[in-house]
Structures are given as structure tokens and as C-alpha cells.
């Protein structure tokens, strides 16, 4: 089956640092990928669209500047959090759809729970 | 108008029963209705999902019930087990960007 990875799975990190999380399709190509972010108790809030080979889609009310996404090749997108706040503690879940299929089902990944201290 | 509305937050079932999950929609550009099931700590995993041109789908002991008219879908889930117990969040997507609902918490009880 698909299947999305997540690196790393917690990271912990001072105020004022950056922090890079990776997103892998290990067994498929993908031309789109998402970052959700979730708060504990509370439901996934889409972030960004990652396109390969072009500039992220941001939602309303995400800061490009702070979040930045890359998406360099068909099966990696990378989020960096810039000069982390503990504000920025939560769990980061990326997604992507499988490129060949053109259907709707994104696969997602384990999480990475970034606490800021 | 991007909103997608799920009720009830927490549910309690007995082992055996039925769990019944609701969401309702204002969107009509939705076009894609997944379930998704949500460990702690861990990232969702697609369930079931429906398009609305079809009614209802059903896969082993989860079925999705669509309304289409009234902007209204919902999860059942059959025989429910204690390894059911998880987070339960529908959602509704429009050309791939999905709109989750808030969740429900499902404790199956043994």
C-alpha cells in the first residue's frame, strides 16, 4: 500500500530555533502534498499545498515566511518552522496523493510533535 | 461556506452496537467525502470515503450513508469493537483540499 514517512517523529527544540520536518513517498510518486497542523483535543487545519517543482499554496492566516515549505522532488516535501515559538508546539501531519492514480485519496503520515520550549 | 460540522464529539458504545457518526456541509462544490480514523499520536488513516453521486457504500463493518439534498453524511459502524475506540473525523474536499470536521471521540466498551 502507500505509504507516507515522517522524519522526525518528535523533535524538541529552544525558542527562537528552526526546525525541519521531512515527508516521504516511500512507494509512489507524488506531485502534491499537504501540512496539516493539530492542536491536542482539536481536528487537523490544512497549512499549505506543496506543488513539486513550484511554490506552496498557503492558507489564510499561515505565514509563508515563518512555515516554509519545499518541495524539491516527486516524493519529498520538507516543512520548516523558522525561529520556533512555543506557540508553534503541535503535531505536524503531512499528506500527498498518489500522482498516477488521479484519484482523490491522500495518504498521510505518522506526525511530528514539535514542542518548543 | 468551508466549513464542515460533526456531531457528536465524544460517543460511548457498547461492544456489539452500532456507532452512528454525523456531519453536515454547506459547500455544495465538496466533492469527495472521506472517513478518517485517528490513533493517539498517530496520523489518520482513510476509512471510507463516498462522491456524491452515490448514496451509500459500504465496506465490511463501515458504511457511509450520503445525503445529498441535505448536506448530510454520516458513518456507521457495525458490531463495534473495543479496537474501534479512536478519533473519528469526517471531511469534505474540493479538488484534493480537505476540510476536516471537529471529531468524535469513540470509546467502544468491552
Known amino acids: 500500500g502507500a505509504v507516507v514517512s515522517q522524519h522526525p517523529s518528535r523533535v524538541i527544540c529552544k525558542s527562537g530555533t528552526s526546525v525541519k520536518i521531512e515527508c516521504r513517498s516511500l512507494d509512489f510518486q507524488a506531485t502534491t502534498m499537504f501540512w496539516y497542523r493539530q492542536f491536542p483535543k482539536q481536528s487537523l487545519m490544512l497549512m499549505a499545498t506543496?506543488?513539486?517543482?513550484?511554490?506552496?499554496?498557503?492558507e489564510q492566516g499561515v505565514e509563508k515566511d515563518k512555515f516554509l515549505i519545499n518541495h524539491a522532488s516527486l516524493t519529498l516535501s520538507t516543512l520548516t518552522v523558522t525561529s520556533a515559538h512555543p506557540e508553534d508546539s503541535s503535531f505536524y501531519i503531512c499528506?500527498?496523493?498518489?500522482?498516477?492514480?488521479?484519484?482523490?485519496?491522500?495518504?498521510f503520515g505518522p506526525g511530528t510533535r514539535l514542542t518548543v520550549l | 461556506q468551508q466549513q464542515v460540522k460533526q456531531s457528536p464529539q465524544s460517543l460511548i458504545v457498547q461492544k456489539g452496537g452500532i456507532s452512528i457518526i454525523n456531519c453536515a456541509y454547506e459547500n455544495t462544490a465538496f466533492d469527495y467525502f472521506p472517513w478518517y480514523q485517528q490513533f493517539p499520536g498517530k496520523g489518520p488513516a482513510l476509512l471510507i470515503a463516498i462522491r456524491p453521486d452515490v448514496s451509500e457504500k459500504k465496506e465490511g463493518r463501515f458504511t457511509i450513508s450520503f445525503n445529498k439534498s441535505a448536506k448530510q453524511f454520516s458513518l456507521h459502524i457495525m458490531d463495534s469493537q473495543p479496537g474501534d475506540s479512536a478519533t473519528y473525523f469526517c471531511a469534505a474536499s474540493i479538488r484534493s483540499r480537505l476540510t476536516f470536521g471537529e471529531g468524535t471521540q469513540l470509546t467502544v466498551n468491552p
Open positions: 506543496s506543488n513539486e517543482g513550484s511554490k506552496a499554496t498557503y
Open positions: 499528506s500527498a496523493r498518489d500522482s498516477s492514480g488521479g484519484g482523490y485519496e491522500q495518504f
